[in-house]
């Protein structure tokens, strides 16, 4: 579809389908991220690789219980595999400049140093006190 990936694009679609899981009395979406990256690291490109992956999903839902077994080791490894590239080497973080570079790089030791509840929260918070900071960005003045 020509739509490149964005991380805040899956962060709010993320965000809605747990509120409407809670609204329908669903257990808590999860795993959409890492599932997403991991399309994106094999080279998918469009919607059908979703579609697909759900399609598998519904089928050998009723076959899981063999998967219960499986030392969380494993697939813990799966996981790193995935975001170990993102996390030896933050790109997106290493272009940030000025109020954003600080933000970005106290979020992320934040996280990697508390938990990830306390570290985003955090990050929100130092978010929302660097705004008025922020507020002068891309005005232009005569």
């Not at 991380?7 to 509120?19: D, F, K, N, T, Y």
């Not at 050998?60 to 080497?89: D, E, F, Q, R, W």
């Not at 973080?93 to 938990?115: E, H, N, P, R, Y």
């Amino acid at each position: 579809d020509g739509i490149p990936w964005s991380a805040p694009r899956e962060l709010v679609s993320q965000g809605v389908s747990c509120g409407v899981a809670a609204l329908v009395g669903s257990a808590p979406v999860s795993g959409s991220l890492s599932r997403s990256l991991v399309s994106r690291m094999t080279g998918t490109t469009s919607q059908l690789a979703c579609i697909l992956t759900a399609c598998i999903w519904i089928v050998a839902l009723p076959y899981m219980s063999i998967m219960s077994p499986t030392p969380k080791a494993v697939l813990s490894a799966v996981i790193v595999s995935a975001v170990v590239k993102g996390v030896c080497m933050p790109k997106d973080l290493m272009k940030l400049q000025g109020v954003d570079f600080v933000v970005g790089w106290s979020t992320g030791i934040l996280t990697a140093v508390t938990s990830p509840t306390l570290g985003f929260g955090l990050g929100l918070v130092l978010y929302l006190v660097t705004v008025p900071l922020r507020s002068g960005k891309g005005t232009k003045q005569d």
